[in-house]
């Protein structure tokens, strides 16, 4: 049987958070397996799209990479890499924005929130992001994306680019689909639970960070916004109880009704000292495999290396495909 092919990116804009580990690393580790072959990738070119200071993202490229180690990859079975390092990348990215609609750009949702965050820095690759992601994805040939909830547009663009291709020059790109988690796929901010969590919020209690200690963990929990319900059970519009309750679910494996069952009764407090704890314990070994990867750097630099020569041999032979389909080659 032919494997399934994964590949995935995150982009190295800060530390994960709770949101990215629950939506998507956790699920790039439980996706490695016999009849799975993952391709896992650093998005620094991605991250370009807001304004950098060269030094630091060359660190945090490699500090994500060791994070991603530290959460489960096993770089010695699925190449991780960082996306730059590997030019076909950028090769195909030309080839697929010339068949991407402006119109089908609009309409992404994060374009829209970037440029509001970002309104001094619009700048033609935040439009363009889609486009690269979806090389990322079509470069590798790969059939699932496992991601958070707000990259499931990027995905059904990235199906719809390739779709297109295909019509266009014959059986080229392999359509792929997104994984997202069914609880989970969208952890919310603690301060401000009607928005998602995300790494690069200015404010750090809005978020858990995956290095974050324990006594920090607990105490944004306890500071979480709930509401003045005081009643623990999940409901249309109680952003921040669903928040809680669901990061309840997808750290325990237990569903909604047995969580809120088990809360019978309890207030607010309980609740949330539970999910401190079950993400305490969760996180922990994820930390201190974290400090034992950066002690050892050269590794790090060598299994990154390793990881792109491996990426670009796969990735050619799209390139090579495509270039001749196009009459590029
Ligand atoms: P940034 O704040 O820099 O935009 P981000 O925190 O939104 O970053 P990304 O690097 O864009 O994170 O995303 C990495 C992965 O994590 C993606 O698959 C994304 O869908 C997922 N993800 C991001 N935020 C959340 C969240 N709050 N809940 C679930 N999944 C998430
Ligand atoms: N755009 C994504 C990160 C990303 C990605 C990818 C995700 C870059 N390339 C390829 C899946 C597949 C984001 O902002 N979260």
Known sequence: MEKKIILSGIQPSGIPTLGNYVGALRNWK??????????????????????QNADELRERS????ALLIACG???SISPLFIQSDVVQHAQL???LACNTYMGELNRMTQFKDKSAKHSDNINAGLF??????????????????????DQKQHVELARNIAIRFNNAYGETFKVPEPYIPKLGGRVMSLTEPEKK????????????SILDEPSVITKKLKRAVTDSEGRIAYGEGRFGVNNLLSIYCAMTGKNMDEAVNSFDGCGYGVLKTAVADAVIEEIQP????????????????SVIRDGAERAAEA?????DLVYKKVGLR
């Open 286 to 301: 994820v930390q201190e495999k974290y400090k034992y990867i950066l002690a050892n750097r050269g590794d790090l630099e």
């Open 128 to 149: 363009t992001y889609p486009v690269l992601m979806a090389g990322d994805i079509l470069l590798y040939q790969a059939d699932l994306v496992p991601v958070g909830n």
């Open 315 to 319: 990735a050619e032979k799209t390139i």
């Open 73 to 75: 990859i096993d770089p």
């Open 197 to 208: 969590m995300s790494k690069s919020d200015p404010n750090p209690n809005s978020y858990i």
């Open 62 to 65: 490699l500090g994500m990479a």
């Open 93 to 95: 990215n030309w080839v």
């Open 30 to 51: 439980l996706l490695q397996s016999e009849d799975k072959f993952c391709y896992y990738c650093v998005a620094n070119m991605h991250a370009l799209t807001v304004r």
